[in-house]
């Protein structure tokens, strides 16, 4: 749980992309049904998905997309200096995202393989927090539009904000849902954090583990599962690599 010690009646608010496919910033923009509403506690200053206007004073930085350039580095230092409060959104923000991937292989390898012989600059991808502070992350892939406006309002009027620290599970079990593991699927939802209302796995989708650990999670017993039903740990090593969440755990087989 954490207060930013920020409250005002308008928030000027700029959000801002960079490696990524604008998708969480999409999220925000196609929630019709409250976007009136949610908007009206902003000042928008920077929203490329929402507005034309571009202008540079804005107190609350929402920054999409991980860092894979050095222009990068220099704009996301320039966005945090302006901000008083910078959020990280969305799975590549807040962990590297599927663009991390690309960390696996060579780096001409993979310029080359999309780009074929023009230059174009590429680095190691990065997450934001790996650059500049964070203030607070909002984890997904997109972002739940509800919890990235529940968490702006709770700033917007002062109030304590957090994320849920159980795992996807317990959201899975309330939708009355067959686990995947019975279904012959390996699913990350036993150690991903909540908060997605168990969408992927209510629709028979594996969770791939898009909002990062869950809090105080049993990484080995994980393991143990995963073969008590005689699935493979290569295929939950490919997934547990997908959005870069969990290497912390997975550098930790002992």
């Known amino acids: 749980m954490q207060h930013l010690g920020f409250s005002t009646n308008k928030l000027k608010i700029g959000s801002f992309d960079f490696t990524c496919c604008e998708g969480c910033q999409l999220q925000l923009a196609n929630k019709e049904e409250t976007l009136p509403e949610f908007l009206d506690l902003l000042d928008i200053r920077n929203f490329r998905e929402i507005s034309s206007e571009r202008f540079d004073d804005y107190d609350i930085a929402l920054v999409e997309g991980s860092i894979s350039r050095s222009d990068e580095v220099e704009r996301?230092?320039?966005i945090?200096?302006?901000?008083?409060i910078l959020i990280a959104y969305g799975s590549c923000a807040c962990f590297g995202g599927v663009n991390s991937l690309k960390?696996?292989?060579p780096p001409d390898e993979c310029v080359h393989e999309v780009y074929g012989d023009s230059p174009v600059e590429t680095l190691p991808v990065r997450r934001i927090s790996d650059v500049v502070k964070v203030d607070f992350s909002i984890p997904g892939c997109p972002v739940s539009k509800d919890e990235v406006e529940r968490i702006?309002?709770?700033i917007a009027t002062g109030a304590m904000i957090s994320l849920p620290k159980y795992p996807v599970c317990v959201e899975c079990k309330q939708q009355l849902n067959t686990c995947l593991f019975d279904l012959g699927e390996v699913c990350l939802g036993p150690i991903t954090r909540a908060g997605c209302n168990a969408v992927c796995t209510t629709g028979k989708t594996a969770c791939l583990g898009c909002r990062g650990p869950a809090e105080d999670i049993n990484y080995r017993s994980f393991r143990e599962l995963v073969k008590e039903h005689g699935l493979s740990l290569d295929e939950m090593e490919e997934k547990l690599r997908f959005y870069n969440c969990?290497?912390?755990?997975?550098d930790d087989e002992s």
């Open 76 to 78: 996301l230092q320039a």
């Open 246 to 250: 969990f290497e912390e755990f997975r």
């Open 103 to 105: 960390n696996h292989f």
């Open 152 to 154: 702006v309002v709770s």
């Open 80 to 84: 945090r200096k302006q901000a008083k």
